[in-house]
Protein backbone atom coordinates (compact mmCIF):
# COMPACT_ATOMS: atom_id res chain seq x y z
CA UNK A 1 0.00 0.00 0.00
CA UNK A 2 1.19 3.39 -0.90
CA UNK A 3 2.26 5.96 1.71
CA UNK A 4 0.42 8.99 0.80
CA UNK A 5 1.32 12.81 2.23
CA UNK A 6 0.07 13.31 5.43
CA UNK A 7 -1.12 16.18 3.72
CA UNK A 8 -3.15 14.04 1.99
CA UNK A 9 -4.33 12.38 4.62
CA UNK A 10 -5.87 15.58 6.36
CA UNK A 11 -8.40 16.19 3.07
CA UNK A 12 -12.07 17.31 3.02
CA UNK A 13 -14.29 14.58 4.32
CA UNK A 14 -15.85 15.11 0.84
CA UNK A 15 -13.11 13.96 -1.71
CA UNK A 16 -11.53 11.83 1.32
CA UNK A 17 -12.22 8.23 0.08
CA UNK A 18 -11.45 9.05 -3.72
CA UNK A 19 -7.80 10.54 -2.62
CA UNK A 20 -7.55 7.95 -0.32
CA UNK A 21 -8.55 5.16 -2.38
CA UNK A 22 -6.45 6.26 -5.29
CA UNK A 23 -2.90 6.73 -3.44
CA UNK A 24 -3.33 3.63 -1.89
CA UNK A 25 -3.91 1.62 -5.60
CA UNK A 26 -1.71 3.48 -7.82
CA UNK A 27 1.96 4.29 -6.06
CA UNK A 28 4.29 1.38 -5.37
CA UNK A 29 3.61 -1.25 -8.41
CA UNK A 30 6.64 -0.93 -10.55
CA UNK A 31 10.26 -2.19 -8.62
CA UNK A 32 12.83 0.59 -9.33
CA UNK A 33 13.01 1.17 -12.81
CA UNK A 34 11.18 -1.18 -14.03
CA UNK A 35 8.14 -0.02 -16.71
CA UNK A 36 4.42 -1.18 -16.17
CA UNK A 37 2.40 -1.29 -19.28
CA UNK A 38 -1.02 0.33 -19.30
CA UNK A 39 -2.15 -3.62 -19.73
CA UNK A 40 -1.25 -4.62 -16.56
CA UNK A 41 -0.84 -0.66 -14.55
CA UNK A 42 -2.77 -0.46 -11.01
CA UNK A 43 -3.42 -4.67 -10.73
CA UNK A 44 -4.39 -5.73 -7.60
CA UNK A 45 -5.53 -9.09 -6.03
CA UNK A 46 -9.61 -8.09 -5.28
CA UNK A 47 -9.83 -8.13 -1.46
CA UNK A 48 -12.62 -10.51 0.14
CA UNK A 49 -15.30 -7.88 1.21
CA UNK A 50 -16.48 -10.28 3.29
CA UNK A 51 -13.82 -11.08 5.84
CA UNK A 52 -11.91 -9.17 8.42
CA UNK A 53 -9.73 -6.42 6.92
CA UNK A 54 -6.25 -6.25 8.00
CA UNK A 55 -5.36 -2.80 9.24
CA UNK A 56 -2.71 -1.30 6.21
CA UNK A 57 0.69 -0.62 7.89
CA UNK A 58 1.54 2.95 8.24
CA UNK A 59 5.26 2.40 8.85
CA UNK A 60 7.89 3.49 7.13
CA UNK A 61 8.65 0.06 5.99
CA UNK A 62 7.35 -3.64 5.84
CA UNK A 63 8.40 -4.86 8.68
CA UNK A 64 10.14 -8.53 9.53
CA UNK A 65 8.07 -9.23 12.52
CA UNK A 66 10.56 -12.38 13.27
CA UNK A 67 13.96 -10.72 12.90
CA UNK A 68 12.43 -7.15 14.21
CA UNK A 69 13.85 -5.43 10.98
CA UNK A 70 12.32 -3.50 7.53
CA UNK A 71 12.54 -4.89 4.06
CA UNK A 72 12.33 -1.10 2.76
CA UNK A 73 12.21 -0.72 -1.16
CA UNK A 74 14.80 0.81 -2.79
CA UNK A 75 14.35 4.38 -2.91
CA UNK A 76 17.70 6.06 -3.05
CA UNK A 77 20.14 4.46 -0.09
CA UNK A 78 19.67 1.00 0.28
CA UNK A 79 22.23 -2.04 0.89
CA UNK A 80 25.14 -1.78 3.08
CA UNK A 81 26.33 1.92 3.68
CA UNK A 82 29.56 3.31 4.25
CA UNK A 83 30.82 3.41 7.67
CA UNK A 84 32.00 7.32 7.27
CA UNK A 85 33.71 8.76 10.06
CA UNK A 86 32.45 12.36 10.94
CA UNK A 87 33.46 14.63 13.47
CA UNK A 88 37.08 15.50 14.73
CA UNK A 89 39.28 13.04 16.92
CA UNK A 90 38.36 15.90 19.92
CA UNK A 91 35.04 15.14 19.70
CA UNK A 92 33.87 12.25 21.71
CA UNK A 93 29.97 12.12 19.98
CA UNK A 94 29.25 13.80 16.63
CA UNK A 95 26.73 13.58 14.02
CA UNK A 96 26.33 14.39 10.49
CA UNK A 97 23.44 14.59 8.33
CA UNK A 98 22.91 15.01 4.50
CA UNK A 99 22.35 18.81 3.54
CA UNK A 100 19.08 17.63 1.55
CA UNK A 101 16.31 15.42 2.16
CA UNK A 102 13.76 14.79 -0.85
CA UNK A 103 10.77 13.61 0.23
CA UNK A 104 10.04 9.75 -0.21
CA UNK A 105 14.11 9.12 -0.36
CA UNK A 106 16.05 7.47 1.96
CA UNK A 107 19.15 9.96 3.46
CA UNK A 108 22.05 9.49 5.15
CA UNK A 109 23.28 10.43 8.08
CA UNK A 110 25.38 8.71 11.25
CA UNK A 111 26.56 9.24 14.61
CA UNK A 112 30.35 8.51 15.54
CA UNK A 113 31.72 8.04 19.11
CA UNK A 114 35.08 7.97 20.21
CA UNK A 115 34.71 7.37 23.67
CA UNK A 116 33.35 3.88 25.23
CA UNK A 117 29.70 3.61 25.98
CA UNK A 118 28.13 0.48 27.84
CA UNK A 119 24.27 0.21 27.76
CA UNK A 120 24.19 3.59 26.96
CA UNK A 121 21.82 5.67 24.55
CA UNK A 122 21.60 7.67 21.74
CA UNK A 123 19.12 9.60 21.52
CA UNK A 124 17.62 12.45 18.45
CA UNK A 125 15.38 15.35 19.35
CA UNK A 126 14.65 16.40 15.94
CA UNK A 127 12.34 19.57 15.38
CA UNK A 128 10.34 19.96 12.07
CA UNK A 129 9.32 23.33 10.07
CA UNK A 130 6.97 22.78 7.41
CA UNK A 131 5.63 19.57 8.59
CA UNK A 132 4.54 17.43 11.58
CA UNK A 133 7.55 15.55 13.25
CA UNK A 134 5.28 12.39 13.44
CA UNK A 135 5.85 12.22 10.08
CA UNK A 136 9.38 11.59 10.33
CA UNK A 137 11.11 8.24 9.22
CA UNK A 138 14.23 7.31 10.75
CA UNK A 139 16.56 3.81 11.07
CA UNK A 140 19.95 2.50 11.88
CA UNK A 141 21.92 -0.05 10.20
CA UNK A 142 22.21 -3.07 11.96
CA UNK A 143 25.86 -5.14 11.73
CA UNK A 144 24.59 -8.43 13.15
CA UNK A 145 21.42 -8.58 11.18
CA UNK A 146 22.34 -6.77 7.75
CA UNK A 147 19.29 -4.62 8.12
CA UNK A 148 17.79 -1.27 8.44
CA UNK A 149 15.57 -0.87 11.65
CA UNK A 150 13.13 1.41 13.03
CA UNK A 151 14.56 3.75 15.45
CA UNK A 152 12.23 3.65 18.73
CA UNK A 153 10.10 6.86 19.02
CA UNK A 154 8.58 8.71 21.97
CA UNK A 155 6.35 11.26 22.34
CA UNK A 156 7.08 14.68 23.11
CA UNK A 157 3.28 15.88 23.25
CA UNK A 158 -0.14 16.74 21.29
CA UNK A 159 0.92 20.36 21.61
CA UNK A 160 3.92 20.59 19.74
CA UNK A 161 3.60 18.61 16.84
CA UNK A 162 6.85 20.12 15.35
CA UNK A 163 8.85 18.08 17.89
CA UNK A 164 10.05 14.56 18.11
CA UNK A 165 11.70 12.09 19.67
CA UNK A 166 14.06 8.91 18.71
CA UNK A 167 16.33 6.67 20.43
CA UNK A 168 18.31 3.17 20.33
CA UNK A 169 20.75 1.45 22.36
CA UNK A 170 24.69 1.16 21.94
CA UNK A 171 27.20 -0.31 23.78
CA UNK A 172 30.66 -0.06 22.16
CA UNK A 173 34.68 0.10 22.99
CA UNK A 174 35.53 3.38 20.90
CA UNK A 175 38.58 5.29 21.58
CA UNK A 176 39.73 9.18 19.65
CA UNK A 177 41.66 6.36 17.93
CA UNK A 178 39.25 3.76 17.33
CA UNK A 179 36.10 5.66 16.89
CA UNK A 180 32.79 3.54 16.64
CA UNK A 181 29.72 4.91 13.93
CA UNK A 182 26.37 3.86 13.53
CA UNK A 183 25.09 4.36 10.29
CA UNK A 184 21.32 5.60 10.02
CA UNK A 185 18.71 7.06 7.61
CA UNK A 186 16.43 9.62 7.25
CA UNK A 187 13.02 10.20 4.83
CA UNK A 188 10.25 12.30 5.04
CA UNK A 189 7.06 11.24 3.83
CA UNK A 190 5.00 14.87 3.98
CA UNK A 191 5.48 18.38 2.52
CA UNK A 192 8.55 20.31 2.03
CA UNK A 193 10.35 22.06 4.87
CA UNK A 194 13.06 21.85 7.60
CA UNK A 195 14.66 19.45 9.64
CA UNK A 196 16.76 20.02 12.52
CA UNK A 197 18.17 17.19 14.75
CA UNK A 198 19.97 17.36 18.14
CA UNK A 199 21.84 14.33 18.83
CA UNK A 200 23.16 13.17 22.18
CA UNK A 201 24.28 10.40 23.65
CA UNK A 202 24.08 8.84 27.63
CA UNK A 203 27.29 6.55 27.95
CA UNK A 204 26.37 4.26 30.69
CA UNK A 205 28.30 5.83 33.54
CA UNK A 206 26.23 9.17 34.14
CA UNK A 207 27.61 11.20 31.77
CA UNK A 208 26.19 12.98 28.69
CA UNK A 209 27.60 13.92 25.47
CA UNK A 210 26.09 16.02 22.66
CA UNK A 211 26.68 17.30 19.33
CA UNK A 212 25.89 20.40 17.66
CA UNK A 213 22.75 20.18 16.09
CA UNK A 214 22.18 19.70 12.63
CA UNK A 215 19.69 20.72 10.01
CA UNK A 216 18.62 19.77 6.41
CA UNK A 217 16.25 21.33 3.72
CA UNK A 218 13.36 18.59 2.93
CA UNK A 219 12.50 19.11 -1.10
CA UNK A 220 10.76 17.21 -3.86
CA UNK A 221 10.02 17.56 -7.31
CA UNK A 222 8.36 20.31 -8.50
CA UNK A 223 4.68 18.72 -9.67
CA UNK A 224 1.80 20.75 -12.14
CA UNK A 225 -1.02 19.90 -13.48
CA UNK A 226 -2.27 21.89 -16.77
CA UNK A 227 -5.57 21.58 -18.75
CA UNK A 228 -7.80 21.09 -16.06
CA UNK A 229 -9.75 23.79 -14.43
CA UNK A 230 -12.33 24.09 -11.65
CA UNK A 231 -15.87 23.29 -12.98
CA UNK A 232 -14.91 21.19 -15.90
CA UNK A 233 -17.99 19.05 -17.33
CA UNK A 234 -17.61 16.06 -19.93
CA UNK A 235 -20.53 15.13 -21.64
CA UNK A 236 -21.50 11.21 -22.23
CA UNK A 237 -20.84 9.95 -25.57
CA UNK A 238 -18.50 13.46 -26.06
CA UNK A 239 -15.08 14.66 -26.88
CA UNK A 240 -12.42 13.97 -24.54
CA UNK A 241 -10.56 16.66 -22.23
CA UNK A 242 -6.99 16.57 -22.69
CA UNK A 243 -4.74 17.89 -19.72
CA UNK A 244 -0.70 17.31 -18.54
CA UNK A 245 0.58 16.33 -15.45
CA UNK A 246 4.74 17.36 -15.54
CA UNK A 247 7.00 16.19 -12.69
CA UNK A 248 10.28 18.29 -12.59
CA UNK A 249 13.14 17.10 -10.33
CA UNK A 250 14.01 20.47 -8.34
CA UNK A 251 16.40 18.36 -5.89
CA UNK A 252 19.40 17.28 -6.43
CA UNK A 253 18.87 13.60 -5.75
CA UNK A 254 17.74 11.20 -8.65
CA UNK A 255 14.51 9.97 -8.07
CA UNK A 256 14.17 5.83 -8.62
CA UNK A 257 10.97 4.62 -9.38
CA UNK A 258 8.91 6.99 -10.49
CA UNK A 259 5.18 6.30 -10.86
CA UNK A 260 2.26 8.12 -11.31
CA UNK A 261 -1.41 7.34 -10.94
CA UNK A 262 -5.23 8.29 -11.52
CA UNK A 263 -8.26 7.99 -9.54
CA UNK A 264 -12.26 8.46 -9.59
CA UNK A 265 -15.02 8.10 -7.97
CA UNK A 266 -18.74 9.24 -8.57
CA UNK A 267 -22.01 7.86 -7.84
CA UNK A 268 -25.42 9.24 -7.94
CA UNK A 269 -29.13 7.87 -7.67
CA UNK A 270 -27.31 4.74 -6.13
CA UNK A 271 -26.08 3.98 -9.43
CA UNK A 272 -21.50 3.98 -9.34
CA UNK A 273 -19.14 5.27 -12.05
CA UNK A 274 -17.50 2.32 -13.48
CA UNK A 275 -13.94 1.85 -15.04
CA UNK A 276 -16.29 0.95 -18.51
CA UNK A 277 -17.68 4.53 -18.26
CA UNK A 278 -14.43 6.30 -18.35
CA UNK A 279 -11.76 6.34 -21.36
CA UNK A 280 -8.82 7.17 -19.81
CA UNK A 281 -5.49 7.52 -22.65
CA UNK A 282 -1.78 8.81 -22.43
CA UNK A 283 0.16 10.18 -25.16
CA UNK A 284 3.17 7.65 -25.64
CA UNK A 285 5.57 9.37 -27.90
CA UNK A 286 6.66 6.73 -31.14
CA UNK A 287 3.54 5.65 -30.64
CA UNK A 288 -0.04 7.62 -30.12
CA UNK A 289 -2.87 7.73 -27.38
CA UNK A 290 -3.00 4.34 -25.81
CA UNK A 291 -5.56 3.55 -23.46
CA UNK A 292 -4.63 3.32 -19.76
CA UNK A 293 -7.01 0.60 -18.08
CA UNK A 294 -8.81 1.83 -15.23
CA UNK A 295 -9.42 -0.94 -12.32
CA UNK A 296 -11.80 -1.10 -9.61
CA UNK A 297 -11.49 -0.41 -6.25
CA UNK A 298 -12.24 -3.68 -4.56
CA UNK A 299 -14.73 -3.04 -2.40
CA UNK A 300 -14.74 0.92 -2.94
CA UNK A 301 -16.65 1.94 -6.02
CA UNK A 302 -13.72 4.00 -7.32
CA UNK A 303 -11.00 3.08 -9.84
CA UNK A 304 -7.60 3.88 -10.41
CA UNK A 305 -4.86 3.54 -12.59
CA UNK A 306 -0.92 3.65 -12.98
CA UNK A 307 0.32 5.51 -15.64
CA UNK A 308 2.71 4.21 -18.68
CA UNK A 309 6.01 5.49 -17.20
CA UNK A 310 7.44 8.21 -19.72
CA UNK A 311 10.84 7.09 -19.02
CA UNK A 312 12.75 3.34 -17.94
CA UNK A 313 15.68 5.30 -16.08
CA UNK A 314 15.59 7.09 -12.29
CA UNK A 315 14.39 11.11 -12.63
CA UNK A 316 17.61 12.69 -12.80
CA UNK A 317 18.21 15.88 -10.79
CA UNK A 318 17.22 18.58 -13.59
CA UNK A 319 15.06 16.21 -15.54
CA UNK A 320 11.64 16.27 -16.22
CA UNK A 321 8.49 13.76 -16.71
CA UNK A 322 5.82 14.95 -18.91
CA UNK A 323 2.55 12.75 -18.81
CA UNK A 324 -0.26 13.73 -21.56
CA UNK A 325 -3.67 12.60 -20.99
CA UNK A 326 -7.00 12.68 -21.78
CA UNK A 327 -10.45 11.56 -20.41
CA UNK A 328 -13.55 10.73 -21.92
CA UNK A 329 -17.23 9.36 -20.68
CA UNK A 330 -18.84 6.66 -22.61
CA UNK A 331 -22.30 6.82 -23.69
CA UNK A 332 -24.14 4.53 -21.20
CA UNK A 333 -22.47 6.73 -17.82
CA UNK A 334 -24.41 8.14 -15.06
CA UNK A 335 -24.65 11.50 -15.01
CA UNK A 336 -22.79 12.79 -11.41
CA UNK A 337 -20.21 14.65 -10.13
CA UNK A 338 -17.10 12.79 -9.84
CA UNK A 339 -14.34 13.19 -6.98
CA UNK A 340 -10.66 12.30 -9.36
CA UNK A 341 -7.49 13.28 -9.45
CA UNK A 342 -3.43 12.00 -10.11
CA UNK A 343 -0.90 11.38 -7.93
CA UNK A 344 3.00 10.96 -8.01
CA UNK A 345 5.29 9.02 -5.87
CA UNK A 346 8.48 6.92 -5.22
CA UNK A 347 8.72 3.39 -4.52
CA UNK A 348 5.77 3.13 -2.11
CA UNK A 349 5.24 6.84 -1.53
CA UNK A 350 3.43 9.95 -2.51
CA UNK A 351 4.95 13.04 -2.61
CA UNK A 352 2.46 14.47 -4.72
CA UNK A 353 -1.52 14.67 -5.51
CA UNK A 354 -4.11 17.21 -7.14
CA UNK A 355 -7.80 16.28 -6.99
CA UNK A 356 -9.54 17.30 -10.61
CA UNK A 357 -12.72 16.96 -10.05
CA UNK A 358 -15.54 17.14 -13.11
CA UNK A 359 -18.97 16.57 -13.62
CA UNK A 360 -20.69 14.41 -15.95
CA UNK A 361 -23.78 15.82 -18.09
CA UNK A 362 -26.29 14.33 -20.53
CA UNK A 363 -25.51 16.81 -22.79
Not at 137 to 150: A, G
Not at 199 to 226: E, F, I, L, M, N
Request: net charge positive; hydrophobic share 40%; aromatic share 6%.
Amino acid sequence: MARQPVSARQATAGSAAAVVAGLALVIGAAAPGQAVPAATAGARSVPNCGAAATAPSTAATRSNAAAGAETAPDTGFTGSPATAVTGSAAQKFSYSLAPEAPIGLWSSSNVTLRTPVSKGTVRLDVTTQGFIAASLLIQRYDEKSHRWVDLDVQPVGTERPDKGRFSFPVSVAASPGRPATVALRVQAIDRPGRLAVAASVVDGHGRTYRAPTRSTVVDRPTTTVTGWPSGTGLVRGGAAKEFELTVRNTTKRAYPALSAGYFAYGQSGGHAVAPKDLVLQQYVPGHGWQRVSLVPGGCDPGMSAQLIPTARTPLAPGATAVYRLRLAVAGGAPAANVEAGVSVGTGDTSFFYRTLPFTIRAR
